[in-house]
Nanobody, 121 residues
Framework: EVQLVESGGGAVQAGGSLRLSCTPSGGTITEVGWYRQAPGGDCGFVASGRFGGGTEYAESVKGRFTVSLENAKNTAYLQMNSLKPEDTAVYYC?????????????????WGQGTQVTVSS
């Protein structure tokens, strides 16, 4: 069973940067969706990308976050700059770029274990 392994979360001050990584335990990652869920909130789309295709971003992160996939390392990244306190959440990567659900991760699909991002003011 393929799973995604995430890393790179942490605690930073507002204005800081973090880079999240997402690597499959097996197989090749060719597309990725990034999502986040804050305490008491719904699962929200953050960004998506795929090899040979475009990227998409939630309005709240446009210009600050960048999604990429590095073929040589078989890894997807989410570069997060100019972080704000409202970016605080658990971030998940998935092979599903179009997930729409209240809670993440769901009981289906291929998802990472989640990584905590905390931004202090």
């Amino acid at each position: 069973e393929v799973q995604l392994v995430e890393s790179g979360g942490g605690a930073v001050q507002a204005g800081g940067s973090l880079r999240l990584s997402c690597t499959p335990s097996g197989g090749t990652i060719t597309e990725v969706g990034w999502y986040r869920q804050a305490p008491g909130g719904d699962c929200g789309f953050v960004a998506s990308g795929r090899f040979g295709g475009g990227t998409e971003y939630a309005e709240s992160v446009k210009g600050r976050f960048t999604v990429s996939l590095e073929n040589a390392k078989n890894t997807a990244y989410l570069q997060m700059n100019s972080l704000k306190p409202e970016d605080t959440a658990v971030y998940y990567c998935s092979t599903d770029r179009l997930f729409m659900g209240i809670s993440c991760p769901p009981s289906f699909g291929v998802w990472g274990q989640g990584t905590q991002v905390t931004v202090s003011s």
